[in-house]
């Protein structure tokens, strides 16, 4: 960022691009009568994602989710690409959000289902890395020797690293409690129903009016995919097995899909849980394959973060102290 604002600020951004560089985000900073801008600029690769988050915890700001999830609420697979709804709450949280479901999909399967609450949604990006020659947490991007010790990592199943979790996976509680009523959810009266359906775009009110509330199932961690590529890559070579070979094993229409397994870039994605279990009986269960499988429903509605208010792109000189934890971290 830069206090004084002139055209040589607004135009050097341009010219380190040329350094490799390119401009992420800008954020306004309003300064008494004045105004300032602080840029983002990342390294311009497509190995990498970043996250701009200038969450505010102030404990003023905070909020409580309200949501009216219960029975007949619409489940969306996007794993599986399949839909369907809750037929059932089996178990409750403290605060009287589901905590554990029954679905009925399209298809007419059921399947019990646990729910994530709010509160606990950082746990998706809790996975991290230990090397298993002196137990320290290795970075988070792909390094072929650990930063502590030394050793060389990813040459064979004994040296790739351990994964694990910094928040604990719970559980959840399969008690089955009896359900006297339907849980229906009741709309009310909006401006967006009487005008012709569509696609609203970034209004959250119009699309929670079109979509309404509902649970999206997901993967309860994500493993970061460079370092899902490298494990795979790994197992292949030990097992002497090729790409064609994996392909064979799954079936012609794989052909695409495994190839993406591997990758390390943005291009890259991992297998479903459906695929893990054949990766499972080529290679064996894993950790790995464990965590990767674990999925949960996670509340999909408009609703304030629970974490806090998320300042908008154009702030008072007086916020800039939510940049000061960016900059020690």
Avoid at 105 to 124: F, G, L, N, R, Y
Avoid at 140 to 167: D, F, M, Q, Y
Wanted: net charge positive.
């Amino acid at each position: 960022g830069c206090r004084e604002v002139s055209l040589e600020v607004l135009t050097k951004p341009y010219y380190i691009t040329s350094s490799g560089y390119v401009l992420r985000n800008m954020i306004v900073v309003k300064n008494g009568t004045s105004w300032f801008p602080v840029f983002m600029m990342v390294f311009d690769t497509k190995k990498r994602t970043y996250q701009f988050n200038l969450i505010s915890n102030d404990s003023d700001k905070k909020h409580t989710v309200k949501e009216k999830i219960g029975i007949h609420t619409k489940v969306h697979d996007n794993l599986n690409k399949k839909k369907g709804y809750v037929r059932k709450v089996i178990d409750y949280y403290n605060d009287g959000l589901p905590s554990v479901v029954e679905i009925e999909w399209e298809d007419k399967t059921a399947e019990v289902q646990s729910v994530i609450h709010p509160k606990d949604e950082a746990i998706k990006e809790s996975i991290i890395f230990i090397c298993p020659f002196c137990n320290a947490e290795l970075d988070k991007k792909v390094t072929n020797e650990c930063s502590s010790c030394g050793s060389t990592l990813w040459i064979s199943s004994s040296s790739i690293p351990r994964i694990a979790t910094k928040i604990p996976l719970q559980k959840p509680n399969f008690v089955v409690k009896c359900v006297h009523k339907e849980e229906l959810i009741v709309k009310g009266k909006s401006k967006y129903e009487e005008i012709p359906n569509y696609n609203w775009g970034a209004s959250p009110a119009a699309r929670k009016r079109v979509v309404g509330d509902m649970l999206t199932k997901i993967r309860i961690c994500d493993i970061p995919q460079p370092f899902f590529a490298r494990f795979l890559k790994v197992l292949i070579k030990e097992r002497e097995l090729s790409i064609k070979k994996l392909i064979d094993i799954f079936g012609e229409n794989y052909k695409h899909t495994v190839p993406h397994w591997l990758r390390e870039d943005l291009g890259g994605s991992p297998p479903k849980p459906k695929d893990l279990d054949t990766l499972e009986e080529v290679f064996g269960s894993t950790e790995w394959f464990s965590l990767l499988k674990l999925t949960a429903l996670k509340i999909q509605t408009v609703k304030p973060s629970i974490n806090g208010k998320m300042p908008e792109d154009f702030l008072d000189s007086k916020d800039m102290t939510i940049f000061l934890k960016l900059f020690k971290s």
